[in-house]
């Protein structure tokens, strides 16, 4: 191999190196295989998702006490169906430190009032981790009961866990 096919060949590897840090660099890391996507990242380790049950049968001294998914206090809402994306739903739910009364109402809001109608929604935080080397636990923790015109916070959670971050 000569001097000058050694010298085309550094450049090749430096031009995808630059292009691979432009990348990277754009997308604040998010390239593959360096994701910060919890599916390439965190696996192992606890997580937090929401979810909707539709607890409008269900007593009221059952309808805040945790669950497990196998043993759900009522059927669980499509949040497609009302037209919210779940990612973002969520998000808003497992993310928000701060519950505010215009937070909880964005809750309501977000859902429609014509589309919970008569019922009662419950937001749950769906916790999940990792129990061994070959098993998960996962609970449903109410979190807001939803009406068309209320929301109410669970009587029975700490109000740290509405306000998160506070002194």
């Excluded at 606890?46 to 669950?67: G, H």
């Excluded at 497992?94 to 909880?104: G, H, N, P």
């Excluded at 937001?123 to 015109?149: E, N, Y």
Aim: no cysteine; aromatic share 10%; glycine share 8%.
């Amino acid at each position: 191999m000569n001097t000058e096919q050694t010298k085309r060949g550094m450049k090749v590897i430096g031009v995808i190196l630059l292009i691979y840090a432009v990348l990277v660099g754009a997308h604040e890391g998010e390239f593959w295989p360096f994701s910060i996507y919890p599916m390439f990242s965190q696996a192992g380790n606890p997580w937090t998702r929401a979810m909707v049950l539709d607890v409008t049968e269900v007593p009221d001294e059952m309808m805040w006490q945790t669950q497990s998914p196998h043993k759900k206090s009522g059927a669980p809402v499509s949040m497609r169906e009302i037209g919210v994306d779940q990612i973002d739903f969520s998000n808003f739910i497992s993310k928000t430190e701060k519950w505010t009364e215009s937070r909880r109402d964005a809750v309501r809001l977000m859902f429609g009032p014509d589309n919970i109608g008569d019922s009662r929604w419950m937001t749950a935080k769906v916790h999940g981790r990792m129990i061994g080397r070959d098993s998960v636990a996962v609970t449903i923790q109410p979190f807001l009961l939803v009406t068309a015109d209320s929301v109410y916070m669970n009587p029975h959670l700490d109000e740290s866990q509405y306000y998160r971050g506070e002194n």
